[in-house]
């Protein structure tokens, strides 16, 4: 009885870029919408030539009896399989905030049970006074919130291996996230611990099994790091760190270390296990790069991606993620022909520096088969290398930090899947 049009005017819109992308100005903005652009009814809402959609207004059965009572934490509608294992299911998100409970979790040696009532945290070593921290006491200073990205040196790791794996935007580039933390700044607690002019690093160590420890440039602590306590609104979660973690925004997921016990100021890095036999990257060369801690500017296209078969050709809007450790996204391009031609996407609001940024690109898909691929530019004027050009300076032995272009191929028949170009 309905089916889906297919109709698409596209003599009214302005192709900007090979295999039918579009402008980024036929994204709906204030009342201005793509249909005005493309046409009346050249969207892919459901019509009905009989009945004039009157169909639709027959009592469905949830309209006959009172609904049921709400739970007391709310949890996603059962036709929603959203899982993450552990890593975030980025293809059925939207937006640029992650919910806590899909937020990726990297645990060394599982997540510690952690009573907050017992839970002490310490500052000490190079430092004029040591200070010793109950949650208590923490929740009296003051706070701010910012929203942060957090992605795991690892992720995206399968792009490094010769054939393309079979995988999604999960499997290949969920261990990324996005929050709203609150907490103390790190700046204002060493200030008052009094800094001692030797130290230059200082250790954080994690209250897990692993006592996972990391030594960070103090810099950088004094720059932006700080203490959360909140995690999009709410205290953080058991596996992302309750009662308390250190976030150092920017740099690669390990340097967050959750569950935070310690920090001692030093004069050097201490060269704990996991910044030696860990997270230290092979090159090509046979030379090892310790200590790199941001994220290098990236990108990936969450829809359509493998596994959200495309229904038919038609208009779609190709939405993906971008963010940089080193600052700002100010550009993400699209590219439907893998790579041939690229077209502006839209960045939508908020664009945040070290936060994940949403962009969006209207696309009429023809039918045929497409490579999708996205690229960033960040404001260091960085741009995302694509996978030939990293494995090139790099070679594939790294393991780590790779933000290599992503290429998705767009079959005939609607799947999509992960290649490389
Ligand atoms: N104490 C402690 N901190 C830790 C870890 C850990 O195992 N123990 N894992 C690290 C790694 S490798 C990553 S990628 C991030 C992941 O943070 P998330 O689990 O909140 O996503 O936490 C880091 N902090
Ligand atoms: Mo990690």
Redesign the pocket.
Known sequence: MTKRSTFLATDHIDVVAGNGLMSRRHLITRGAAVTSALGAGSLMALRSSASAGSEVLTIPEWMKVPGRDFEPYGTPSRFEKLTRNPRTPLQFLDGMITPSGL???????GVPDIDPDQHRFLIHGLVKRPLVFTLEALERYPRSSRIVF?????NSRALYSEQPVKGDAQSIHG?L?CAEWTGVSLALLLDEAGIDPRAKWLLAE???A?A?SRSIPLAKALDDAFIALYQNGEPLRP???YPM?LMVPGY????????LRRIELTEGPMMTKDETSHYSMLLKDGRVAQFKFPIDGKSVITRPSPGLTMNGPGFYEISGLAWSGNGKVVKVEVSADGGHSWADAALSEPVLSKALTRFRLPWHWNGGPAVLQSRATDDTGYVQPTREQLIAKRGNNAFYFNNAISSWAVAASGQVSNVYV
Do not use: P, Q, Y
């Not at 957090?150 to 690892?154: H, I, N, R, S, W």
């Not at 690669?252 to 569950?259: D, E, L, T």
């Open positions: 937020h990726f979790v990297i645990t060394h040696n957090l992605e795991c040196a690892g261990l996230s994690g209250a897990d692993a996972m596996a992302n760190g973690r690669h997921g390990n340097m967050n270390v959750k569950w």
